[in-house]
């Protein structure tokens, strides 16, 4: 084969694998900016921005309040539910690790609390707090399923 076959051969490739980069972005990166605005929304207490973000069969576990809610609708209600009681709410991640699709959150959870405590005694603006894990998954850009972990009586102490 003669030089210039090779450099035309050389140059199909490079602009081939060049188009294949620029059409298929990593999947990491959509994963991240997903995660990433997830937090962001709680922080904001943007139920609305969370909703835009979830599957529509979405799956939240809450494991600390035995909680397992099915679709959208059933997750995002919950979601308000906590930013009525706890309007204070800030997340706050200190490692995260995605890959794409699958991706972890450790992160420390702040908030006042206006509602029963674990005995069932009305409490006005506790300031309770806890840390925990988030699992999860995304999944064509939505958020598939999320499991959080954490200490439900250590929030009250």
């Known amino acids: 084969m003669s030089k210039w076959a090779y450099a035309v051969a050389s140059v199909v490739a490079v602009n081939s ?4 980069v620029a059409v298929n972005p990593r999947v990491a990166e959509r994963g991240e900016a ?3 605005a997830y937090v962001r929304a709680w922080n904001a207490h ?3 921005a969370i909703e835009s973000l979830l599957a529509p069969d979405a799956i939240h576990e809450d494991i600390a309040q035995n909680f397992r809610h099915e679709g959208k609708a059933n997750v995002i209600a919950f979601m308000r539910r906590t930013m009525a ?14 890959d794409g699709r699958y991706f972890a959150l ?3 959870w702040t908030a006042t609390y206006t509602g029963p ?5 009305q409490v006005t603006d506790r300031p309770i707090s806890a840390r925990g894990a988030t699992f999860g998954e995304v999944e064509n850009g939505k958020i598939k399923r ?3 972990y954490w200490d439900l009586a250590s929030a009250f102490r």
């Open 146 to 148: 999320i499991s959080d």
């Open 34 to 36: 997903v995660i990433e």
């Open 106 to 108: 450790e992160w420390m």
């Open 46 to 48: 943007d139920s609305a």
């Open 17 to 20: 694998l060049a188009c294949t």
């Open 117 to 121: 405590d674990l005995t069932g005694k």
């Open 85 to 98: 009681t706890q309007p204070g709410f800030k997340l706050r991640v200190a490692t995260s690790i995605e």
